[in-house]
C-alpha cells in the first residue's frame, strides 16, 4: 500500500509528461492523382465507345468498385488513426478516473494518517503530563516549605557565572594565602618559598575551607524561623569564630617557632605558645600572617554567603522547582514541535493530492475535448472522403455518357450512392466516468486535514494545560 495519499495518487493517475497525443488532421485526398491513377476519365470515354456498361446493367462495373477500392484505402489508414489517437485518449480519461476501490484506498490512508496522527498526541501528552506530574510535585514541595517557614519572597536562585565567579574568588583566596604563607614560611625553610608555598597550602587550604563550611551548612541556620536552629547557628557561629582565630593564631606561633628552630617545630612546643601567650607573637610578620588569614577567612564566609540564599535549604528547593519547571517547558516544546512538524507533513501530502487530483480532472477535460475534436475531424474526413468519391464516380459516368451510342444503365441517373465504409460511425460511451468518485474524495481528504486540524488545535490546549501548575489533565489511553 503507497504510504501518503499523494503517493496513492501518483501510483493510480501517473504523470502527464509524455501521454498527450500529437493531434493531426487528416490529410485530404487528392482526387486528381486518384483519377491519374486509374485512368477515371480516359477508361470512362472507352467503356462508352464500347457501350459499357450495359443499358440494362443494374450494379456498378468495375471502374466505380477500383474507385471505391481507392477511396476507401485512404478511409482505412484514416479509421486506423483514428482510433490509434482515440485510444490514447481515452486511456487518459481512464488514467484520471477515480473508481471507488481507489476511493477506498484513500479513505484507508486517510484513516491511517488521521490514526496515527492521534496515537502521537497520546504519546507526547501522557509523556509531557509525566514531567508535568514530577514539576508540579517540585512545586507542592516548594509552597509546603514557604508555609512551614513563614517565606514569603521568592528564593535568591544564583546563576552558573556567579557560582563560577564565586569558586574563582575562593580560589584566589587560597593561591594568596598559600603564596603569603609560602613567603613567610621560606625564612626557615631549607626548600625555600617553593618549599614553603607547599607547605603552606594545607593551611590555606584548611583556613579557607573551614570558611566555606561554616558558609554553606552553619551561617544559614541564624536566619531559621526556628528558634532551636537559630541557637545551634549561634553556637556554631561561636565555634567557627573560635576556631578561625584559634587556627590563625596558631599558624602565626608555627611561624615563630619554625623560624626559631630552623624549621623543626614540636607539638608540645605550639601547644603552650597557643594556650599560654596566644597573643604575643615574636614577628610582626607571623602577625600579619594572622590577620590576613583571618581576612582571607571571613572574605570566604562572605563570598559563599553572598552566592546563596540566606535561609537554609530555601536555594536548594528553590532550585530544583525552576529545573523541574524548565525541564517541563523543553519538552513541551519539543513535542509541540514535532507535533507541529507532523501536523505539517500530513497536511502537505494531502494537500499534494488534493492538487493532484484537480490536475487530474483538468486532463481529463483536455483528454474528453480532444477526443470530441479528433471525432469531428474525422467525420469531416469521411464527408470529404464521400464527396470525392462521388466526385470520381460522377466523371466516369460523364465521360462514359458522352462516348456511348446506347442508352446508359438506369442506376447512372440516380444519385451516387455513399458507400457504407464512409458511413459516420458513433463515439461510444464511456461508463467509467460514471463511476468517477473524485469529488467524494476530494471531501474526505478535505475533511481529514480539517480533522488534523482540529486534534493539532486541541493538542494545543492540552500541551498549555500540562504546563500549568494549577490544571491536572488526566492521561489518555485511547483515542
Not at 119 to 137: F, K, M, P, S, V
Amino acid at each position: 500500500m503507497a504510504r501518503s495519499l499523494n503517493e496513492l495518487l501518483s501510483n493510480m493517475m501517473g504523470s502527464r509528461d509524455g501521454v498527450l497525443p500529437s493531434l493531426q488532421a487528416f490529410p485530404p485526398i487528392d482526387t486528381s492523382q486518384v483519377e491519374r491513377e486509374l485512368r477515371v476519365a480516359e477508361r470512362g470515354s472507352d467503356a462508352g465507345k464500347q457501350n459499357q456498361p450495359a443499358s440494362d446493367a443494374t450494379e456498378p462495373d468495375i471502374v466505380e468498385l477500383e474507385i471505391g477500392s481507392a477511396i476507401e484505402r485512404y478511409a482505412r489508414k484514416a479509421t486506423d488513426e483514428f482510433l490509434a489517437e482515440c485510444q490514447l485518449y481515452e486511456a487518459r480519461i481512464r488514467k484520471s478516473v477515480l473508481s471507488s476501490d481507489q476511493s477506498m484506498l484513500v479513505e484507508a490512508i486517510g484513516q491511517s494518517t488521521l490514526k496515527d496522527f492521534k496515537a502521537h498526541i497520546i504519546n507526547d501528552r501522557n509523556q509531557l503530563l509525566h514531567t508535568r506530574e514530577a514539576a508540579a510535585g517540585k512545586e507542592q514541595e516548594f509552597q509546603a516549605f514557604r508555609t512551614a517557614n513563614r517565606i514569603t519572597r521568592p528564593p535568591q536562585l544564583i546563576s552558573a557565572r556567579r557560582h563560577a565567579f564565586s569558586w574563582l574568588l575562593l580560589s584566589i583566596f587560597i593561591l594568596l594565602e598559600a603564596i603569603l604563607n609560602g613567603v613567610f614560611f621560606a625564612a626557615g625553610s631549607e626548600a625555600g618559598i617553593i618549599g614553603g608555598i607547599v607547605q603552606a597550602l594545607m593551611l590555606s587550604l584548611l583556613n579557607v575551607g573551614s570558611a566555606v563550611a561554616y558558609a554553606i551548612f552553619f551561617f544559614p541556620h541564624l536566619l531559621h524561623v526556628k528558634w532551636h536552629h537559630r541557637l545551634f547557628g549561634a553556637l556554631s557561629s561561636l565555634f567557627y569564630f573560635v576556631w578561625a582565630v584559634s587556627l590563625n593564631l596558631s599558624i602565626g606561633h608555627y611561624r615563630d617557632l619554625f623560624i626559631a628552630s630552623a624549621g623543626v617545630v614540636e607539638m608540645d612546643a605550639l601547644i603552650q605558645a597557643v594556650t599560654q601567650t596566644p597573643l604575643e607573637l615574636e614577628d610582626t610578620r607571623s602577625l600579619l600572617l594572622v590577620v590576613f588569614g583571618l581576612a582571607l577567612g571571613f572574605l570566604a564566609v562572605i563570598d559563599v554567603a553572598s552566592s546563596r540564599d540566606k535561609y537554609p535549604g530555601y536555594m536548594a528547593i528553590g532550585q530544583a522547582r525552576r529545573a523541574a519547571f524548565e525541564q517541563l517547558a523543553i519538552e513541551s516544546s519539543k513535542s509541540l514541535e514535532r507535533l507541529t512538524d507532523l501536523r505539517d507533513m500530513a497536511v502537505a501530502d494531502m494537500t499534494a493530492a488534493i492538487e493532484r487530483i484537480l490536475g487530474g480532472q483538468h486532463d481529463r477535460e483536455l483528454a474528453q475535448q480532444g477526443r470530441q475534436r479528433l471525432y469531428q475531424l474525422y467525420l469531416a474526413f469521411l464527408d470529404h472522403a464521400a464527396v470525392q468519391h462521388e466526385q470520381l464516380v460522377r466523371l466516369y459516368r460523364d465521360t462514359n455518357l458522352t462516348a456511348r451510342t446506347t442508352p446508359a444503365p438506369a442506376y447512372f441517373r440516380t444519385a451516387v450512392p455513399k458507400p457504407a465504409f464512409l458511413q459516420s460511425p458513433g463515439l461510444r460511451e464511456m461508463p467509467e466516468l460514471a463511476t468517477d468518485v473524485r469529488t467524494e474524495v476530494l471531501n474526505r481528504i478535505e475533511r481529514y486535514i480539517g480533522t488534523i486540524n482540529e486534534h493539532f488545535e486541541a493538542a494545543l490546549d492540552d500541551y498549555q494545560m500540562a504546563r500549568d501548575p494549577s490544571k491536572t489533565p488526566e492521561p489518555v489511553v485511547n483515542a
